[in-house]
């Protein structure tokens, strides 16, 4: 079993920044994907970011040139900086772990995005 423990979100003013955090604990791997999705309300869970071990990293259309994803691998710990965002970025944030097929998700974190 891997637990997953977010951090970072909050309400922030268009045009503004956060960095969510989420540490990963428990059957850790070497090779794995972190990876970050998110759910606003009324529509489907969409990935955002991804990041294998030793890997580049993936991003949704919608966030590139604004969200950056990193690893800390020695923390087991991945994050988002989130730049220039947008109230369409309003969303439930879930960390995702993928390892040997197997997926875990965080409880997930609500960031809201005023205009």
């Known amino acids: 079993q891997v637990q997953l423990v977010e951090s970072g979100g909050g309400l922030v003013q268009a045009g503004g920044s956060l960095r969510l955090s989420c540490a990963a604990s428990g059957s850790i791997f070497r090779s794995s994907t972190m990876g970050w999705y998110r759910q606003a309300p009324g529509k489907q869970r969409e990935l955002v970011a991804s990041l294998a071990t030793g890997g580049s990293p993936n991003y949704a259309e919608f966030v590139k040139g604004r969200f950056t994803i990193s690893r800390a691998n020695a923390k087991n710990t991945v994050y988002l900086q989130m730049n220039s965002l947008k109230p369409e970025d309003t969303a439930v944030y879930y960390c995702?772990?993928?390892?040997?097929?197997?997926?875990?998700w965080g409880q997930g974190t609500q960031v809201t995005v005023s205009s």
């Open positions: 995702n772990y993928l390892q040997y097929g197997s997926y875990y």
